[in-house]
């Protein structure tokens, strides 16, 4: 039996881990709920699952969910209750999914405690992925993927040693926007933006997979998880999302993870690893699915993947800044405030601005984020509708 801190339990990884967890219920056991402010699904989630306590971060919304739940499930608030749920003493994991930078404290908090790790927060990797992947080794713990393409590449990776790789092979879905030209882009509304093709997620996700930010994230993401240097990570488009990362190796071998695009399937691997439950959701109908394509990104017309790498490349503290600027700027297009193609453009400006530091520790990153998130915003407040 895993017993389970979940983290950002009402998002839609959370809510979908939720659902495993109910699946599996000789397997998994939720020990700990924790959200921003949503406190109807949380409510409902603590009745369902009946955690030894819940957290939200947000003071206000905490006060109605003690409320809510008075006399059944003890509340928490705010930060301190976010990281006494990642070193709460009655859980061995946590699934951290919290959405950005803000769940790299808790998930460095829970390594520091002892916990294993089910990563769904590319961000904390990001930002800080050297301190990250650093501090779990030293505390004997595993960080294990639940991105569907980092899941992917971690099942691949068990058909060869490290040193047979050749290379990762990202897939990326292209969007609801593949084949567009910067003109097209140019017009773009939010509405289409959170139209994803494939995927349901979370509106700050959607946007990244429109532009491709997201894949940069999940390069970097790769580059800490796999301790593979960025030289031997690359993407591929594939809209049809069946493909969700591959491994090839020196012997000319492509081991491809494929599947429906659930999230359910990543999700519960991450919490089985190294056994295998029997599955709760859809299975990949071959057949009856489209033929499998492939395609090289447009690195010019999708920019915020090419201002990713090349942070990515140029490393140290450069990554964190890509991070906060690209949630800052999407919170603005999200609000309203900024057009579609403005986004990479803030994001751009922010990176080289930013004075890049070799070998940061936890303060120096800590310090380009509120940086970085600092500029965005004044680039944002220029560009404002």
């Known amino acids: 039996m895993k017993n389970i801190a979940l983290l950002g339990s009402t998002g839609s990884i959370g809510r979908q881990t939720a659902e495993v967890a109910l699946a599996n219920p000789e397997e998994l056991s939720i020990k700990v709920l924790a959200a921003h402010k949503n406190a109807e699904v949380l409510e409902q989630q603590a009745r369902l699952l009946r955690p030894d306590f819940v957290v939200l971060t947000d003071e206000a919304a905490a006060l109605e969910l003690k409320q809510r739940l008075a006399g059944h499930t003890e509340v928490l608030a705010g930060e301190e209750g976010l990281l006494a749920a990642a070193t709460y003493g009655g859980i061995d994991t946590v699934l951290a999914a919290v959405v950005g930078y803000a769940g790299l404290r808790p998930t460095l908090a829970a390594i520091r405690k002892g916990k294993n790790i089910a990563l769904a927060n590319k961000e904390t990797l990001v930002a800080a992925g050297h301190l990250v992947m650093a501090a779990a080794a030293e505390e004997g713990v595993s960080v294990t993927p639940v991105d569907s393409e980092h899941s992917a590449i971690f099942q691949a990776l068990q058909a060869g040693k490290k040193s047979e790789v050749k290379r990762l092979i990202i897939t990326a879905s292209g969007g609801p926007f593949r084949g567009y030209t910067r003109e097209q882009l140019a017009e773009v509304t939010l509405e289409q933006c959170l139209k994803h093709p494939t995927w349901q997620m979370g509106p700050k996700v959607t946007v990244d997979s429109s532009t491709l930010a997201n894949k940069g994230l999940e390069v970097m993401e790769a580059h800490w998880l796999f301790a593979m240097p960025y030289e031997k990570i690359a993407v591929v488009i594939h809209p049809q999302s069946i493909v969700h990362s591959l491994v090839e190796y020196v012997d000319g071998s492509v081991i491809a993870q494929l599947g429906a695009p659930d999230m359910r399937l990543p999700i519960q691997y991450a919490l089985s690893y190294p056994r295998r439950f029997p599955a709760s959701y859809d299975l990949l109908d071959l057949v009856g699915r489209s033929p499998l394509t492939f395609e090289e990104p447009d690195l010019e017309t999708f920019s915020s993947l090419r201002i990713a790498l090349d942070c990515a490349e140029a490393g140290g503290n450069l990554p964190c800044a890509f991070n906060a ?60 509708l």
């Open 325 to 384: 600027a690209n949630e800052e700027a999407v919170a603005a297009f999200l609000a309203g405030r900024i057009r579609y193609l403005d986004i990479p453009i803030v994001t751009e400006k922010v990176c080289l601005q930013t004075e890049q530091l070799s070998h940061p520790d936890l303060e120096a990153i800590e310090a380009t984020d509120r940086e970085a998130r600092r500029a965005a915003r004044a680039h944002v407040n220029s560009l404002s």
